[in-house]
């Protein structure tokens, strides 16, 4: 079985600075998928960013790159130029490809101050 | 396309009772799960299906029942409601290719409440 850690319950970052939210996870696995999903308080699901693990290369999406470990099984989100709208909790998830299904962290409540 | 519908949005229930919440996707995925999200966690799994008639259990199955008769539909049935089963469902559905293009699209959520 996967566990995925979130060590930081909360975090603030400045508008139009940068932050950066911590995940680290354990798996037997090889070939697994690792994602990035923001939950604001209307519940709804956002998928931020996915990184397959075969690529060595971090994903990139906009404002949002990930730093992906894999031998240290470490998974880490970089939003640059924070937004207002990015205030929202973060979760960071595990998919193996056998179930297609997700493993989650606690997750991070992100805050972005004016 | 919908995407991934769930049905109802909100539900009040009195312990012992049972319901089925509704989950249908129209992109034709093959994999599907369910998760319960309570107050500052994170979702976990209680089922979750691979294709139509194949399902199997998550990390908290204890008090839930499905079934995968169609692609489409994935129903979670609480057999005897307890106030332990109020949370927040989603249902969500992955379409397991290769190459890169794996998500997993969520539903919008139900909320159930057990007095």
């Known amino acids: 079985a996967q566990t995925v850690t979130q060590s930081q319950p909360e975090m603030s970052v400045q508008e139009a600075e940068t932050v950066t939210l911590s995940c680290t996870y354990d798996?037997?696995?090889?070939?697994?998928?690792l994602f990035w999903y923001k939950q604001p308080p209307s519940r709804q699901m956002i998928l931020v960013i996915r990184?397959?693990?075969?690529?060595?290369q971090n994903a990139t999406e906009n404002r949002f790159s990930v730093n992906f470990q894999k031998a240290a099984k470490s998974f880490s989100l970089k939003i640059s130029d924070s937004q207002l709208g990015d205030a929202a909790m973060y979760f960071c998830a595990f998919m193996d490809t056998g179930r297609r299904a997700l493993t989650f962290g606690s997750g991070t409540r992100l805050q972005v101050q004016p | 396309n919908a995407g991934v519908t769930q049905t109802p949005k909100f539900q009040v229930l009195k312990t012992g009772q049972s319901m089925t919440l509704q989950c249908a996707q129209d992109?034709?995925?093959?994999?599907m799960s369910w998760y319960r999200q309570d107050p500052g966690m994170g979702l976990r799994l209680i089922h979750y299906s691979v294709g139509a008639g194949i399902t199997d259990q998550g990390e908290v199955p204890n008090g839930y029942n499905v079934s995968r008769s169609t692609t489409e539909d994935f129903p979670l049935r609480l057999l005897s409601a307890a106030p332990s089963q109020t949370s927040v469902y989603f249902c969500?559905?992955?379409?397991?290719?290769?190459?890169?293009?794996?998500?997993?699209?969520f539903g919008p959520g139900t909320r159930l409440l057990v007095l």
């Open positions: 992109m034709n995925h093959e994999y």
């Open positions: 798996t037997s696995e090889s070939d697994y998928y």
């Open positions: 969500a559905s992955s379409y397991g290719g290769q190459g890169g293009l794996e998500t997993q699209y």
């Open positions: 990184q397959e693990a075969y690529k060595q």
